[in-house]
């Protein structure tokens, strides 16, 4: 039977700050890797026979770079389903459920930010998992532990599945335990760790949770009957979806149902969810120290060092995590790797943007990277990539000078529109109409000096959008 895997890409990854962020999370991050985390998840599978194209769910900012994160790997999906509100894991795998129930095929749900070093044992448990799955169960995949870890859930295996080897009736799901009690499990060994990794029939799926959240189905399916095509994304219906229930697959279904099974595996999985965490699945050198960017180390022992645009030294420390950004720097022991989630608690409790964007912003069109602001004035780096265009816009309350670095710039200013290339330059006045796009075939680069009385992102009329932003 065809696998067909459900990607669940939301999440903010906020104990990744300052790297993750809201509109640029870890999944979307080349975190361990040249590729993002997303990328690594979706191009693992790629080379199975019996892999049909993902599905991946996410949230409305992330869907321009999903998109194109999919493209740079060669992939087509099965379709990108934007969810219009945060509900959760049971109303994201319940709407991909629902677009697939029609299909003959067994649905892979996976976080887009795990890490999986061991491929082929990975794929070894989707093939014991997938009998089970056939024959109608719900399975997940058991991690086997290999500390007393306080920070996963657990799960307990009963059983052994007469008709699908390797596979186990669960016998209970357990949350995050004390020192004690994990190390109780550990020493148990029929307990493993919650990989939030599923495989089953949708239909299968679909009946448990109408018998255990029927409220959650009835908006979820009113979400996917309302929902529309929007360039190559499916919107589901805002109002309908946000009446479903916010539960996560296992309080909603796993716990409860009587056809969970699980499939026990060792595959080098992580789900990076701090930077202890990801420090784990780095390589590090003898004295302990994972090191990326741009560094420069002296007695220094089992600390993490991120330079993600400047030259970073540490000399004499131990035990640290230190990770630089353009616009942020961390530095917390190693200890209080779960305490940086309070960092960005404090950046949205004063208002402030850091927790929710990096200076460089990306866009459908390409990007635009502050470089300086100051009063009544801002400077912004701009690229366009290869036949794109930004959309048709004015502004109330500033003008804008473009100057072109490199590449060619094709603009219009109210109802003229002229070719301008390397190190020529023009002026938009306020209320203007204007538009600009790259109609070459390499990057333009051009620098965008703004002046006014107000600078913010939402002062954009747009008039017309090649992605149909309002």
């Known amino acids: 039977m065809k696998i067909i895997p459900v990607v669940l890409s939301g999440g903010s990854g906020t104990r990744l700050w300052p790297l993750s962020r809201a509109v640029l999370p870890k999944q979307l991050l080349p975190l361990v890797t040249d590729q993002t985390m997303l990328q690594e998840t979706l191009t693992r599978l790629s080379n199975w026979a019996d892999v049909g194209d993902p599905l991946v769910v996410c949230g409305n900012d992330h869907r321009f770079l999903v998109a194109e994160q999919?493209?740079?790997?060669?992939?087509?999906?099965?379709?990108?389903?934007?969810?219009?509100?945060?509900?959760?894991?049971?109303?994201?795998?319940?709407?991909?459920?629902?677009?697939?129930?029609?299909?003959?095929?067994?649905?892979?749900?996976?976080?887009?930010?795990?890490?999986?070093?061991?491929?082929?044992?990975?794929?070894?448990?989707?093939?014991?998992?997938?009998?089970?799955a056939e024959q109608g169960r719900l399975v997940t995949f058991g991690i086997e532990p290999t500390q007393p870890e306080t920070g996963y859930g657990y799960i307990q295996s009963g059983d052994a599945l007469v008709t699908a080897e390797g596979c186990f009736n669960v016998a209970r799901f357990v949350e995050k335990p004390d020192a004690v009690t994990a190390q109780q499990y550990l020493d148990a060994g029929n307990f493993y760790w919650n990989s939030g990794m599923f495989l089953f029939k949708p239909s299968v799926f679909l009946t448990e949770l109408q018998r255990y959240a029927p409220e959650m189905v009835t908006a979820v399916s009113n979400a996917v009957a309302q929902s529309y095509k929007d360039l190559d994304f499916v919107r589901l219906?805002?109002?309908?979806?946000?009446?479903?229930?916010?539960?996560?697959?296992?309080?909603?279904?796993?716990?409860?149902?009587?056809?969970?099974?699980?499939?026990?595996?060792?595959?080098?999985?992580?789900?990076?969810?701090?930077?202890?965490?990801?420090?784990?699945?780095q390589p590090n050198d003898a004295a302990g120290n994972a090191v990326r960017g741009d560094v420069y180390l002296k007695d220094v022992q089992n600390t993490l060092i991120r330079a993600e645009s400047r030259f970073v030294s540490a000399v004499g420390v131990e035990d640290l995590l230190i990770v630089e950004t353009s616009d942020a720097v961390l530095v917390a022991h190693r200890d209080c790797a779960q305490d940086v989630k309070n960092i960005?608690?404090?950046?949205?409790?004063?208002?402030?943007?850091?927790?929710?964007?990096?200076?460089?912003?990306?866009?459908p069109w390409g990007w635009y990277e502050g470089i300086d602001i100051g009063e009544r004035f801002q400077v912004k780096r701009i690229m366009v990539k290869p036949g794109e265009r930004l959309s048709l816009q004015m502004h109330h309350h500033r003008a804008e000078h473009w100057v072109v670095v490199s590449g060619s710039a094709m603009i219009t200013i109210d109802d003229v529109t002229k070719l301008y290339t390397e190190n020529e330059s023009t002026y938009i006045p306020i209320g203007s109409t204007h538009r600009l796009e790259n109609p070459g075939k390499v990057p333009l680069h051009l620098i965008e000096v703004q002046s006014g009385s107000y600078l913010g992102e939402d002062d954009i009329v747009r008039f017309e959008d090649t992605y149909g932003r309002h």
């Open 344 to 363: 960005v608690d404090h950046l949205k409790a004063n208002g402030r943007s850091e927790h929710k964007m990096h200076p460089r912003v990306y866009r």
């Open 237 to 281: 219906h805002e109002a309908s979806f946000a009446e479903s229930p916010a539960d996560s697959i296992d309080y909603a279904v796993m716990e409860k149902t009587t056809l969970a099974a699980v499939v026990p595996a060792s595959m080098g999985w992580n789900d990076v969810g701090s930077w202890t965490a990801l420090k784990e699945v």
């Open 70 to 132: 999919l493209r740079q790997v060669n992939l087509t999906p099965e379709a990108i389903v934007l969810e219009p509100v945060a509900r959760n894991t049971a109303p994201a795998i319940a709407a991909a459920a629902i677009a697939l129930k029609d299909k003959d095929i067994l649905m892979l749900v996976l976080p887009a930010d795990h890490v999986i070093t061991d491929v082929a044992a990975f794929e070894a448990a989707v093939r014991h998992a997938s009998v089970a």
